[in-house]
């Protein structure tokens, strides 16, 4: 069965550094997603991403993120300067059309910083 | 008001049992309503899905929706040790690419 795949499953970073996350979205979905989750609290929305731009993004999603699909299969979040509020567990998801919900979520990476 | 609200539980059940999970919402905008299930340590698997009111039956899980209290459950019939998990119920407003509103979850713990 295809699956969103995401690696590294648990990175430890210094406060200040620059993290790359890392997913493989389902090869035939077109829409895009990064998700995080702070421990005990909410899964919470960041950023969409359809046809090599993003399409929404929160608030939470601020200048220090960005997301990028470098070749036909990668899609990374990459976080400029960790802040310790930036430790949580991050999931990407992709869909195959405009069907809100249907997402597929990978197993999640989650982000230490120290 | 929070946005979408769900008891975090824990919930603890004897296996057999019908398991009633339930959300409330406040924005009226909301059109589609999902039931997620997220195993300790791994991403949500979509279990239900639904666009506006009505029931949705999936073997042992019903989903319902009733637009008109702000209100979404889900039913699990017969339940089973392996549906011990955590379920987040989430929902949308269409239009926009997947931004779903979830709810905090509820932790499920189905007894042998």
């Known amino acids: 069965e295809p699956e969103v795949t995401q690696t590294p499953s648990h990175q430890v970073t210094q406060m200040g550094q620059e993290v790359i996350l890392r997913c493989v979205p389902i090869s035939n979905h077109l829409y895009f997603y990064w998700y995080r989750q702070i421990l005990g609290q909410k899964v919470e929305f960041l950023v969409s991403?359809?046809?090599?731009?993003?399409?929404?993004k929160s608030e939470i999603f601020d200048d220090q993120f960005s997301v990028e699909r470098p070749d036909g299969s990668n899609f990374t979040l990459k976080i400029r300067s960790t802040k310790l509020e930036d430790s949580a567990m991050y999931f990407c998801a992709s869909s195959e059309g405009t069907i809100s919900g249907e997402l597929f979520f990978g197993e999640g990476s989650r982000l230490t910083v120290l | 008001q929070k946005e979408v609200e769900q008891d975090p539980g824990p919930l603890s059940v004897p296996e057999g049992a019908i398991v009633s999970l339930n959300c409330t919402y406040s924005n009226s905008a909301f059109q589609y309503f999902m039931w997620y299930r997220q195993y300790s340590r791994k991403g949500p698997e979509l279990l239900m899905y639904t666009y506006s009111s009505g029931n949705k039956e999936d073997g042992r899980f019903t989903a319902q929706v009733d637009k008109s209290s702000k209100y979404i459950s889900l039913f699990i019939r017969d339940s089973q040790p392996s549906d011990s998990a955590t379920y987040l119920c989430a929902m949308s407003a269409g239009g926009s690419q997947g931004n779903l509103i979830f709810g905090k979850g509820t932790k499920l713990s189905v007894k042998p």
């Open positions: 991403f359809y046809n090599n731009e993003i399409s929404e």
